[in-house]
């Protein structure tokens, strides 16, 4: 996708990966040609990305940015209903976000070195047996209680390098290995 006006300006690649990344190209935010990029997937209720939310999941992704500022990996966060985000938050923190039908589930903590260095990082929300982890570069950064239970996400997209949103939390940076997993 291109800009939120639905203008198809493309995405632009780059040509390099994380270390040890079966991986030919990363995806590049925003894009020469359009400051808005970001991949949009579109979702309906029997959707498998729409249905991950029922029991355990995980969602992932490779990063390597410098931008401070709040950033969206994944998400599908538009206010009301129901959503899932993984987020690189201000101040250096690490998010997911679980927006359900019972609550929401927020880990949202300070994460354990510079995760806006320019350097490739790894970050992972795992939902399993009723707790929710974040792990960084592999390593487990802290887990809580979830409170949101089991829902269908009632979005109509999910998205890579946003969420609804488009102001605010657009991706600055690369991504590579978006991964999206129906157990933990």
Known sequence: EGSPTQDNAGLHYIQESPAGIDSSFAIEFPAP???????????????????????????????????????????????????????????????IYIQGSQGTTDLNLRLPSDSRDGQ???????????????????????????VAGDFVIDKSEMYIGRDRRTSGVLYQGSLDNVRFYNSA
């Open 33 to 95: 040609e359009s400051a808005v990029n970001h991949i949009r997937i579109p979702l309906d209720e029997h959707h498998e990305l729409a249905r991950l939310t029922v029991g355990d999941f995980r969602v992932e992704s490779w990063f390597r940015t410098t931008d401070g500022g709040r950033s969206i990996l994944i998400g599908s966060f538009a206010g009301g209903g129901t959503a899932l985000n993984l987020e690189l938050h201000t101040a250096n923190r690490g998010r």
């Open 120 to 146: 490739w990082h790894h970050l992972a929300g795992v939902h399993e047996l009723g707790i929710v982890k974040l792990f960084f570069d592999g390593r487990l950064v802290g887990t809580m209680d979830d």
